[in-house]
C-alpha cells in the first residue's frame, strides 16, 4: 500500500509539474540572480550620462534576462510574474516615450517612475522565489 501512494505521489508530481529536481531549482535560482543584477543595473544607470543608448541597452538585458527566468521557471509565481510583466512594460513605455517629450526633466521623471515600479514588483518575485526556492539568495544589496 506504501509503495502505492509513493507511486501515485511520484506521479501526480510529474503530472502537475509541482516536484522539481534540485537542478531545476537552481536553474531558476540562477535565472532570478541575473535578472536581479540587470534590474539592479538599470536602476543605478546614470540617465543623463548614458543616454538614450544606455538606457535602451540596460532594459535589453532586463528583458533577455526576463526571458531566462520565465523560459526556467514555468508556471511558478504566476501572480508575481504578471506583475513584473506589466511593470516592465510600463518601463518600456517610459522609455518608447523620451524621443517625443518636450521635457527632459519630465522623461527623467517618468523613466525614474517606472524603474521604481520595477524594482518593486522585482522585490515581490523575489520574496516568493526565496519562500519557494530555499536556498536561492536574490538579495541585491551591494
Same mark, same amino acid.
Given at each position: 500500500?506504501?509503495?502505492?501512494?509513493?507511486?501515485?505521489?511520484?506521479?501526480?508530481?510529474? /503530472?502537475?509539474?509541482?516536484?522539481?529536481? $534540485?537542478?531545476?531549482?537552481?536553474?531558476?535560482? &540562477? !535565472? %532570478?540572480?541575473?535578472?536581479? =543584477? *540587470?534590474?539592479?543595473? /538599470?536602476?543605478?544607470?546614470?540617465?543623463? $550620462?548614458?543616454?538614450?543608448?544606455?538606457?535602451? &541597452? !540596460? %532594459?535589453?538585458?532586463?528583458? =533577455? *534576462?526576463?526571458?531566462?527566468?520565465?523560459?526556467?521557471?514555468?508556471?511558478?509565481?504566476?501572480?508575481?510574474?504578471?506583475?513584473?510583466?506589466?511593470?516592465?512594460?510600463?518601463?518600456?513605455?517610459?522609455?518608447?516615450?523620451?524621443?517625443?517629450?518636450?521635457?527632459?526633466?519630465?522623461?527623467?521623471?517618468?523613466?525614474?517612475?517606472?524603474?521604481?515600479?520595477?524594482?518593486?514588483?522585482?522585490?515581490?518575485?523575489?520574496?516568493?522565489?526565496?519562500?519557494?526556492?530555499?536556498?536561492?539568495?536574490?538579495?541585491?544589496?551591494?
Amino acid at each position: 500500500m506504501t509503495h502505492k501512494l509513493i507511486a501515485g505521489f511520484i506521479a501526480a508530481c510529474a /503530472l502537475l509539474g509541482a516536484c522539481s529536481s $534540485s537542478d531545476d531549482e537552481a536553474s531558476t535560482c &540562477e !535565472a %532570478l540572480q541575473g535578472l536581479g =543584477t *540587470s534590474i539592479q543595473d /538599470l536602476g543605478n544607470l546614470d540617465i543623463v $550620462s548614458t543616454g538614450t543608448d544606455g538606457l535602451n &541597452e !540596460a %532594459l535589453d538585458e532586463v528583458e =533577455t *534576462s526576463w526571458q531566462t527566468v520565465q523560459d526556467d521557471a514555468g508556471d511558478q509565481f504566476s501572480d508575481q510574474i504578471d506583475s513584473f510583466n506589466s511593470a516592465l512594460e510600463g518601463v518600456d513605455d517610459a522609455f518608447s516615450s523620451i524621443p517625443e517629450s518636450d521635457s527632459p526633466a519630465d522623461s527623467a521623471s517618468e523613466v525614474s517612475t517606472s524603474i521604481d515600479g520595477l524594482a518593486t514588483a522585482w522585490d515581490s518575485l523575489a520574496s516568493a522565489a526565496e519562500s519557494e526556492l530555499g536556498d536561492c539568495d536574490l538579495s541585491t544589496d551591494s
